[in-house]
């Protein structure tokens, strides 16, 4: 019975992780990670090597890369300077608090905008094409961290099962 309840909260742990993409202030991985540690502490450990800790550990920091890079080439690849690529990571952070529920998209596009009109001093115009390349770099960046979650999850399920 109680090996049920772990996996039962195992499974809702990975479960979990997907909806938390969107908040980035509330890595997935964490979860993850806890889904991992929880399967450790009800059974074993002893599965998870070095080497399983160290791809664990490379997904974890491609989690962090994601949300820049990707942020970094969609401003780029609109005409957007490092000014956009920053406005759009603060107003990724602060947006949600800012702006309930419309903050975690509206957030990244207005700081876009408004760090390419006022400290780039570019158009109107050109600060908004900035904007909307921060969205898709917002968009790519979230299903770059489910599919990285999804590895994570992935690789857990293929030590258990295999050793």
Not at 29 to 41: K, N, P, S
Not at 59 to 83: E, K, P, Q, W
Request: aromatic share 20%.
């Amino acid at each position: 019975m109680i090996g049920f309840i772990c996996w039962v909260l195992i499974i809702t742990l990975f479960i979990l992780s997907f909806p938390a993409l969107k908040y980035p202030f509330i890595p997935g991985f964490l979860l993850v990670i806890g889904g991992i540690a929880t399967y450790g502490f009800c059974f074993t450990f002893d599965h998870f090597g070095i080497f399983f800790w160290t791809v664990q550990l490379f997904f974890i920091l491609c989690t962090f890369l994601t949300d820049y890079l990707s942020s970094l080439y969609a401003v780029r690849m609109h005409g957007g300077s490092n000014n956009a690529v920053y406005g759009s990571l603060v107003g990724l952070v602060f947006g949600p608090f800012l702006i309930p529920f419309a903050g975690l998209v509206a957030g990244p596009f207005i700081g876009a905008v408004l760090a390419e009109w006022l400290i780039s001093r570019k158009t109107l115009r050109m600060a908004i094409r900035s904007g909307l390349g921060a969205l898709i770099g917002l968009a790519g960046s979230t299903f770059l961290k489910a599919f990285i979650q999804l590895s994570m999850i992935l690789t857990f399920a293929a030590w258990v099962i295999w050793h």
